[in-house]
């Protein structure tokens, strides 16, 4: 393979700056250090930096090294700070270091309601928090939950609302292993969350816009309108053309997300370089072909870049869009300019101004995947092409696109074991097929926003696209349905994921340099990830767990011995809704349990009980028939469920059960009231909603 001599940290200067960078970010986040002792080593460090300078160049060369300590110290201090400004909660004018529970809260609607299944969501921007009829300016954000209601529904992005109520801290799932909604949410600056009726806030008749967004959220209601007029009455083929075309995926079916998952392809229709490459080349054919303009540079450039930003905005503006936006922007100005740099220092400089803008974009897993599969992409796909020399344009022309998709894979593919747990073997066949037609899919809809003043050309249009959209979802089904298309179910931690990139690196170097210590590297690694393995499937063979899952509108408990489980239920699992247990399948894929399970039991009434390694386990939701249980059974897990009416801790405390758990389905008030009532009479109480799924190890 024929690799860069030069090595990457001489191509690219910003590489270095931006690992350590990185490294400041990541060391205030998990080992935080207050402000004051971040300002005292930055003055320490600048102090030697400045010191070192004034040694004559004979010393300073003899110890060079010591200047790189001295200012990958100062920017990895920088990296600490940004982690600490980046959290509003550290700042005076943050809301909840001026709120009191007394106290209204001023606040505007900052995006346009997204409905789910209960309520409207959006995000609620605080400006002011108000008392005793003075007004204090703050800042912050709260996730808003409104009761649907005729009320809700009128409003809008903009609208200012004084709520009375008061903020409830954030509650995530915290099943093992899965999404944690908790920590995306605070990568947003965003601590808590409000769930509001009618009576809780009142509208204002004022309405505070951000004129840009306010353009940029008319323009997504006027593609969304556009679309759902032209395309039918196809809410699958809408869903997609959304995604593809905006960003917006609230109208994604889940099963066809789970089809392209599954299939590999899941990237299309997240907005990222692939679609931002395709509006560059648009934009710069359609500045082409406007006389004049092709031969100024910087005009074309400065276009180029307001039209790409632009699209970014509409697109919601994601970590993976913004970083393909500078990366873009870069080119542009260095081809304006008649320069040209590395593609590393490119990429790096990017990642550095994207992390001091904000630095929690190190956390997102868009951010994350776009930056490694570009990588990939730089580092292996020429020498990959090179590989099969082929004359033949149209087939050299596929082995092109092959080569794009194996190299993004190969470096993507461990991070992605991480976070999904599977891997789509088909994914080759399945991206041959769906970036070519999915970009001819975005490129039409295009056209289709164009010409929709035209009402009867826009239907043959949007005909086109509504056709072309059907054709890719079941090419997506079909592959997905075939029983070798994914392999599911693996398992990865963060040890195996760094195991497995080093494995690539040394493998790649000792193929492109043929170093021999390389594939001893490798070697080891090789050995270490195997041992590894083998160690956790020695433990899954003596795993014996209870495991009561943090599911809001269900019982669910696992009952695992070895890889089998019995699943104990009250929501009956079928083909239609077998989508209800998406909530636990990441744990499951944590502990390597079997799914579907080995078997289901469906709790068809209350009190139940059931006995597993020899304990029992009694779920209730009421305190009818209780007095059956009181003598003649050895209660060990009372699992409380679906707000009983009124939990009796008494008779609790005559049975005395090893372990009581309030699950999920219960509300929060009345899982506060229990939990005072067994501490006062010292029985062992686990509120799921508060402290995340229950898991007990059998012995």
């Known amino acids: 393979m024929d690799f860069y001599a030069i090595p990457i940290w001489k191509q690219a200067p910003f590489f270095r700056l931006v690992l350590a960078l990185i490294l400041g970010i990541l060391l205030q986040y998990y080992f935080p250090l207050s402000l004051l002792s971040i300002f005292f080593l930055s003055l320490f460090f600048l102090f030697f930096y400045i010191l070192f300078a004034r040694f004559s160049l004979s010393i300073q060369y003899r110890f060079r090294f010591l200047r790189s300590i001295f200012l990958f110290s100062l920017v ?25 529970p007394s106290n209204l809260l001023l606040a505007r609607i900052d995006e ?86 009618n009576k809780d806030y009142v509208k204002i008749n004022v309405n505070k816009k951000n004129p840009l967004w ?33 960003g917006y ?128 992409i730089v580092v292996l796909q020429k020498p990959l092409q090179k590989l099969i020399p082929i004359q033949n344009f149209f087939v ?28 789509p073997n088909l994914f080759l066949l399945t991206n041959l097929i769906a970036i070519p037609l999915s970009s001819i899919i975005l490129l039409i809809e295009i056209v289709l926003l164009v010409v929709s003043p035209i009402q009867n050309i826009a239907f043959v249009v949007g005909y086109m696209v509504n056709k072309l959209i059907v054709m890719m979802n079941g090419c997506m089904i079909f592959f997905q349905q075939l029983p070798f298309a994914i392999t599911d179910h693996i398992y990865a931690n963060i040890l195996t994921t760094l195991f497995l990139y080093g494995m690539i690196i040394s493998l790649l170097s000792f193929f492109a340099r043929k170093n021999k210590i390389a594939i001893t590297v490798f070697l080891l690694l090789f050995t270490q990830f195997i041992t590894f393995f083998a160690y956790n499937s020695i433990q899954i063979l003596f795993q014996k767990k209870l495991i009561v899952y943090n599911t809001h509108y269900y019982t669910a408990v696992d009952v ?81 469920c679906h707000d009983t009416s009124s939990f009796p801790v008494e008779w609790a405390y005559s049975v005395k059960p090893k372990q009581i758990v309030l699950d999920a389905t219960n509300s929060l008030w009345k899982i506060a009231q229990w939990k005072k009532q067994c501490a006062v009479l010292h029985l062992p109480c686990f509120s799921i909603k508060d402290q995340g799924a229950f898991v007990y190890r059998f012995q």
């Open 76 to 100: 990895g201090l920088m990296g600490m700070f940004l982690i600490w400004n980046a959290d509003l909660r550290h700042h005076k004018d943050w809301y909840g270091n001026e709120y009191q």
């Open 112 to 197: 346009p309601l997204t409905e789910k299944e209960h309520t409207f969501k959006t995000k609620i921007a605080v400006f002011a928090v108000c008392r005793q009829q003075k007004c204090v300016s703050v800042k912050g954000s709260i996730i808003g939950y409104f009761q649907k209601d005729s009320t809700t529904k009128l409003l809008q992005y903009g609208d200012v609302l004084l709520i009375k109520t008061k903020p409830q801290k954030l509650l995530s799932k915290n099943n093992p292993g899965s999404f944690d909604y908790q920590s995306y949410l605070f990568f947003q600056q965003v601590y808590q969350q409000f769930y509001l009726t």
């Open 214 to 246: 306010d353009i940029i959220y008319d323009i997504q209601t006027w593609i969304q309108q556009s679309l759902k007029k032209y395309l039918g009455v196809d809410a699958k083929a809408l869903g997609i053309a959304e995604a593809l075309l905006i």
């Open 249 to 376: 995926k609230n109208d994604l079916d889940p099963q066809l997300l789970s089809a392209y998952t599954n299939s590999g392809v899941v990237h299309i229709i997240a907005i990222s370089g692939l679609h931002l490459s395709l509006i560059y080349f648009l934009l710069g054919w359609l500045l082409g072909q406007i006389p004049h303009l092709s031969e100024n540079k910087i005009i074309k450039g400065i276009l180029l870049i307001i039209g790409l930003w632009f699209f970014s905005l509409l697109c919601g503006a994601s970590a993976s869009v913004l970083r393909s936006a500078v990366m873009f922007t870069c080119l542009i100005v260095g081809q304006s300019l008649q320069r040209q740099t590395s593609i590393y220092n490119s990429l790096a400089s990017a990642a550095f101004l994207l992390l001091c803008f904000n630095p929690y974009y190190l956390w997102d897993i868009g951010f994350q995947l776009s930056y490694i599969a570009i990588i990939g």
């Open 396 to 423: 050299r022309k596929i082995w092109e696109m092959t080569s794009i998709t194996i190299s993004a894979q190969v470096f993507t593919f461990p991070i992605c074991i991480y976070y999904f747990h599977q891997f």
């Open 560 to 640: 695992v011995s070895q890889a089998k489980n019995i699943f104990i239920t009250d929501t009956l699992i079928t083909k239609e809704n077998n989508h209800i247990q998406n909530d636990i399948e990441s744990t499951r894929n944590l502990f390597q349990i079997q799914s579907p399970p080995f078997q289901v039991k469906k709790l068809l009434s209350y009190p139940s009980s059931y006995q597993c390694q020899h304990k029992t386990i009694l779920f209730i939701n009421d305190s009818k028939n209780m007095k059956e249980f009181a003598d003649s059974v050895n209660i060990d897990f009372l699992i409380v």
